[in-house]
């Protein structure tokens, strides 16, 4: 009877330990030795350290090795068995779940991950050509030389606004997406060669760090599309 009792609070134990212990052997051990030693007192704080020097001298995981130490000195052989599988069953659980997410949702989430990057940034930058045209829009270009500043400003504004609301909502997202192309490369031509003729190389990548990025995001919208989580996918099964 006692060794059905001493089994199934091993069982609950080491289960709860196997749910909630996050942060590796040192925060596994620490977490045993308040249940083990203090709370429920099944191994003096000797003998528990005893267990830990073994531990070190064995191969594998530590804090599994430890589980299986307190639950044989609990409840025996069963113990032993009970505890370790107990406290491994939920990591298994929580590894194959996330592993059946990304496995079906890993490429749908990265695609979107890049849309919100990406229409975000150009949306943010079309608004910001009218809110502040002196600093972002027409007299930007026309501090850099550009023909006809006015113009450029409203068009290339009004197109980074039209743009990065298509990518957020995923419509129409390779069209969408080379206006932007052509956009970025503009701009990194026209204001970043004074940079590399100036200050070299590095300082050129630096200053066109998020150029790079926008850059480079817009060219993979373009390649792969909007993904599941699209208005496009989502007229296409119509």
Known sequence: MNQQKNLREVARLFFKLGCIGFGGPAVHIAMMEEEVVRKRKWITPQHFLDLVGA???????????????????RAGWKGLIVAG????????????????????????????????????????????????????????????????????????????????????????????AIPLIIIMITAIAITKTDILQQNGFWEMLHASRTDWSMFLGSVFLLIIGGGKWSADYQLSRK
């Open 55 to 73: 531990t070190n001298l064995i191969p594998g995981p530590n804090s599994t090795e430890m589980t299986m130490h307190c639950g044989y000195e």
């Open 85 to 176: 599988t107990c406290f491994i069953i939920p990591a298994v659980i929580i590894t194959a779940i996330f592993a059946w997410a990304y496995q079906q949702y890993g490429k749908f989430a990265s695609i979107i991950l890049i849309r919100l990057m990406v229409g975000v940034v150009f949306l943010s930058e079309g608004i910001q050509k009218f809110l502040y045209p002196a600093d972002r829009g027409s007299g930007r270009f026309q501090k850099i030389g550009l023909p006809n500043p006015d113009f450029l400003g409203t068009f290339v504004g009004s197109f980074e606004i039209l743009c990065g609301l298509l990518v957020l909502v995923g419509l129409v997202t390779r069209l969408a």
